[in-house]
């Protein structure tokens, strides 16, 4: 059954609200798992999967889709949603002794009507507070907030407190596993990352630096970059769009695509699928995060686009004309 499908005709369960008029709907999605709808008075929308507290899509005004969502994703729970934003955490990739990426985007988060005061405002945003409550029993809690704004622009909040009683400290690594949507990978510029240290995934998380130019790609690339700039462009030259990336929290940025021969190998991904996507994740790895009982930490992330190549840095015509 393709995704769409369920897309194209949600059966709405519920609806609820928060203050500030944001409306969000509850409803079926793929496989009955409960999934939110964000639309944005303007035109844009989301879609949030309990499962996971996953965002498996995000449309802009013009109805167009920005995030990759594999055709052969199963959305079957106990696997990860092949594609959208899954949140890795409390540990990425194998940087640990958890199974891969953490537990996170495996369970079942729950919408939380109640928050903890958040610090961001929420005028003019549709949104909405999800909870992640651990099952060991522990006090610690996970609130992550999706939320719209007027020009289309998606942002996640995470806030992970440690509300341990018993004098533990807590540490992990995290990413928003972003799967962007392009037209041709081999299109695609990153710009931030250049001249920055990364370890290489594919070469034992060897650490190397990047050369001075932006990011294309012609082969399979796993890299983890480290202290990034907080603002990562991706230029997709076909569509005349770049996507902007705006992270808080999150120092290291994951570049990654699968290229041809692991798409073949995975069995949640078309095998010329790695064409149209690229994986550019901010997150926390390098540093593990160490939070002590009563701490709070937040990462924030802030997507959005801009409609055609020229917010480059280097194709800006305002910034030519002026180094004439
Ligand atoms: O197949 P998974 O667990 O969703 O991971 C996909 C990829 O996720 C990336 O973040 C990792 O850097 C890659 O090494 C990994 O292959």
Not at 61 to 84: D, H, M, Q, V, Y
Not at 170 to 192: K, L, P, Q
């Amino acid at each position: 059954m393709s995704i769409e499908k369920n897309l194209s005709s949600p059966s709405v369960s519920a609806s609820g609200s928060n203050n500030n008029n944001s409306k969000y709907e509850l409803c079926k999605g793929f496989n009955g798992l409960d999934k939110v709808l964000l639309r944005h008075p303007r035109g844009s929308s989301a879609e949030v999967y309990l499962y996971g507290g996953h965002v498996t899509s995000w449309k802009n005004e013009r109805r167009e889709e920005l995030l990759f969502l594999s055709s052969k994703a199963t959305l079957k729970p106990p696997k990860a949603i092949r594609g959208g934003i899954p949140i890795c955490f409390p540990q990425f990739g194998s940087h640990g002794t958890l199974d891969q990426h953490g537990f996170a985007r495996n369970r079942f988060w729950i919408i939380d009507n109640d928050p903890h005061p958040f610090p961001t405002n929420t005028w003019n945003k549709a949104f909405v507070d999800l909870i992640l409550k651990p099952s060991e029993g522990d006090m610690k809690i996970w609130p992550h907030r999706v939320a719209l704004g007027p020009g289309g622009e998606l942002m996640l909040t995470s806030r992970i407190r440690n509300t341990n009683t018993d004098g533990k400290p807590f540490s992990f690594t995290f990413a928003y596993h972003t799967y962007f949507s392009v037209s041709d990978i081999s299109e695609v510029r990153v710009e931030g990352l250049e001249t920055l240290d990364y370890l290489d995934n594919l070469q034992k998380k060897e650490r190397f630096t990047e050369q001075g130019d932006a990011l294309t790609f012609e082969s399979e690339v796993d890299k983890i970059y480290l202290s990034t700039p907080t603002k990562i462009a991706i230029l997709d030259h076909e569509k005349k769009r770049t996507f902007e990336l705006r992270k808080d929290g999150l120092p290291d940025a994951v570049v990654w695509n699968p290229w041809e021969k692991k798409a073949k190998a995975m069995a949640d991904f078309g095998d010329d699928e790695y064409k149209h996507m690229l994986c550019v994740e901010a997150a926390a790895i390098e540093m593990p995060i160490t939070l002590k009982p009563g701490e709070e930490w937040k990462g924030r992330l802030e997507l959005s686009t801009v409609p055609s190549s020229y917010c480059s840095g280097q194709l800006d015509p305002q910034k030519v004309l002026g180094g004439i």
